[in-house]
Structure formats: C-alpha cells, structure tokens
C-alpha cells in the first residue's frame, strides 16, 4: 500500500506519492538517491521529489494511504459542481468538474477513468459521450481571459445548456451556435 500527501488546489485536491521509510522508496528512481536523513520526501510523478514538512505547506491536508491508481475520488480531485467554476469538463448532464487552464488532460484521464475504463483516448472518449470542454480563451493579445466551450459534436444538452446559462456563458457565440445547431433543443 502506497503513501499519499494530500493537498488542496483552487480547483480540486491533489497528491504526491509520500515516502517516510527507505522502504517505501524501494522500486522507485529514487531508491539509492534520497538518504535516510532526507526522508519523508514526497514525488512529484515527474521524475522529481521535494522535501515534506506538512506543518509549514498550508495546503496539506491529510496523508492517505491507498493502492489505486487514483487515492482521491475524481469528485475530490476536481470539484465537482464547484460554485466557482471557471474551466473543466461537463457531463452531458451538466456536472461541472473543476480543472485549472493546464489540467484539461489529466481530469480528461480521471474521468475516462471512471466513466470509461477501457478507453485509450481520455479526451475522445468524453467528447464521443457529450462531454464538453471549457477552456481559456485567451491568445496573448487580449486584456481579460476568457471562457471558451468546445464540443467535439458542435452539439450541447438540454442539461448543458442550462448550465452554461448559470455560469454566464450562455452568450458565448460558440455556445449560441451549438444550441441553434440542436434541433432538439426546443
């Protein structure tokens, strides 16, 4: 069983594999690097580690222990239906789920994850179920960052729709067009 350290983000939790003991760096590129006097340390998945001190990073939160691939629930990693949503994905329901401008791929592989287990394309399989994309849309030119929505089929939801309203993006063209192009719509 695998050692977490858990902290908060603005849009979900997120974890660093947590090692205390030279055992819990066995098997790991880290193994006859990081001495004893060293430890705990936590890795960051990216070839690197940094030195754990919880009681100074206000973000930790917890250390958890777990053997998935995923030790948080995807709701938990990026909030689900969050009042302060900004950018992430949308069910075809309308559940928002909170990713940062950068994290578009990985909450992608958390939800293929769960609602997709056997896919190998996180991001097609999510836009082929209905899912939809919210993302920055600024291009370096403009004053103000903005929201832009893809949807791989140019077509949103009822339930989408809906939301879109209540996170004012209703108004977006992009938006105005996938819900003229819904014959359903209405």
Not at 28 to 48: A, T, Y
Request: net charge negative; proline share 5%; aromatic share 16%.
């Amino acid at each position: 069983m695998k050692k977490y350290a858990v902290y908060k983000g603005e849009t979900g939790y997120y974890f660093y594999e947590y090692c205390d003991t030279p055992q819990s760096l066995k098997g790991s590129s880290f193994e006859n690097i990081i001495p004893d006097d060293r430890l705990p340390v936590v890795l960051d998945g990216k070839g690197g580690y940094y030195s754990f001190d919880g009681d100074t990073d206000p973000n930790f939160t917890e250390i958890i222990e777990s053997d998935e691939e995923y030790p948080l629930p995807v709701e938990k990693m990026f909030f689900k239906n969050d009042e302060n949503f900004k950018l992430g994905w949308m069910s075809p329901d309308g559940d928002t789920y909170s990713c940062d401008y950068t994290g578009h791929t990985k909450a992608a592989k958390a939800l293929a994850s769960k609602f997709f287990p056997e896919t190998e394309y996180f991001e097609r399989a999510l836009g082929r179920a209905g899912w939809i994309k919210i993302i920055d849309s600024w291009d370096g030119t403009q004053r103000t960052h903005g929201q832009f929505v893809y949807s791989m089929s140019g077509k949103i939801t009822n339930r989408q729709a809906d939301k879109l309203f209540d996170l004012g993006l209703y108004d977006n063209p992009e938006v105005k067009n996938m819900i003229e192009g819904c014959e359903n719509y209405w």
